[in-house]
C-alpha cells in the first residue's frame, strides 16, 4: 500500500514570502506524483505533476516542485507568494502497484497569505 | 470545453436513506473515479470506472457502489446511509485509464446525513 504524508497542516505567510510545502510518499516503486490545489470555492486543480525525466518540474502560476527519490519527497514551493495563493494544496500518488490511475492524496495543507 | 460536472450540489439525507449521486466527464473522457471527502480524513480513493467496467474500489464497504453508462457517465449509489458518510463526494474523469493521464475534477456533491 502507498500513503501520502503533509506534515504541514496549516501554514500562514506574508505576500512576497517563499513557500515550500513538505510532500513525502511511502512506495517503493516506481511513482507518478501530483500537487493538486483547491482554491475557496473552487474545484481541485492540477498545479503540476512529474511522470519521469528532470525531476524539478514547472507548474502553473509561478510553482514547482522537486522529486527526490532517495528522500520519497515531491516539496512543492513558489519564491514569492500572494494573496491570491491562498488555498488548500493535496499531494498526491499514484504508484505502479496500482491496478490503474487512482491516486493517494496527503491530507492537504491550508495555505493563508495575508496582504 | 466544458469540465467535469456533478449533480446535485448538496444534498441532505437522514441514517439509512439512499442517495444517488451523478457525474458526467470530460468529453471524451472513458474513466471515471470517485472520491470521498470526509471531514479530517481527507480525500480517499472509492471507485474507478472505466469502458463501462468497474476496474478497481477503495477500502469501502459494499453499500457504495456505482455505474458507468455507454456514454461515460457516472452514478455513485449509497445505500443504508450512516452519519459517517457525511463527506464531499468527488468525480474526475481521465482521457484514458493510463497511469500518466491527469484526472479532472468535478465541483463535488456535498452530502450531509442526518
Known amino acids: 500500500a502507498q500513503s501520502v504524508s503533509q506534515h504541514n497542516h496549516h501554514v500562514i505567510l506574508s505576500e512576497a514570502a517563499s513557500l515550500e510545502l513538505g510532500c513525502n510518499y511511502s512506495?517503493?516503486?516506481?511513482?507518478?506524483l501530483f500537487w493538486y490545489v483547491q482554491y475557496p470555492g473552487q474545484h481541485l486543480q492540477l498545479l503540476l505533476k512529474?511522470?519521469?525525466?528532470?525531476?524539478l518540474v514547472k507548474g502553473i502560476k509561478g510553482f514547482e516542485a522537486e522529486f527526490i527519490k532517495s528522500k520519497f519527497s515531491f516539496n512543492l514551493r513558489k519564491p514569492s507568494v500572494q494573496w491570491s495563493d491562498t488555498a488548500e494544496y493535496f499531494c498526491?500518488?499514484?504508484?505502479?502497484?496500482?491496478?490503474?490511475?487512482?491516486?493517494?492524496f496527503g491530507g492537504g495543507t491550508r495555505l493563508m497569505v495575508k496582504p | 470545453e466544458a469540465g467535469v460536472t456533478q449533480s446535485p450540489t448538496h444534498l441532505i439525507k437522514t441514517r439509512g436513506q439512499q442517495v444517488t449521486l451523478r457525474c458526467s466527464p470530460i468529453?471524451?473522457?472513458?474513466?471515471v473515479y470517485w472520491y470521498q471527502q470526509a471531514l479530517g480524513l481527507g480525500l480517499q480513493f472509492l471507485l474507478w470506472?472505466?469502458?463501462?467496467?468497474?476496474?478497481n474500489r477503495g477500502n469501502f464497504p459494499p453499500r457504495f457502489s456505482g455505474r458507468q453508462f455507454p456514454n461515460y457517465s457516472s452514478e455513485l449509489n449509497v445505500n443504508a446511509l450512516e452519519l459517517e458518510d457525511s463527506a464531499l463526494y468527488l468525480c474526475?474523469?481521465?482521457?484514458?485509464?493510463?497511469?500518466?493521464?491527469?484526472?479532472?475534477f468535478g465541483p463535488g456533491t456535498r452530502l450531509l446525513v442526518l
Open positions: 468529453s471524451g473522457h472513458t474513466s
Open positions: 512506495y517503493g516503486g516506481t511513482v507518478n
Open positions: 470506472y472505466d469502458e463501462g467496467e468497474e476496474r
Open positions: 474526475a474523469s481521465s482521457l484514458t485509464r493510463s497511469r500518466e493521464e491527469t484526472q479532472y
Open positions: 498526491a500518488v499514484n504508484g505502479d502497484n496500482n491496478a490503474g490511475n487512482m491516486l493517494t
Open positions: 512529474y511522470f519521469s525525466g528532470d525531476p
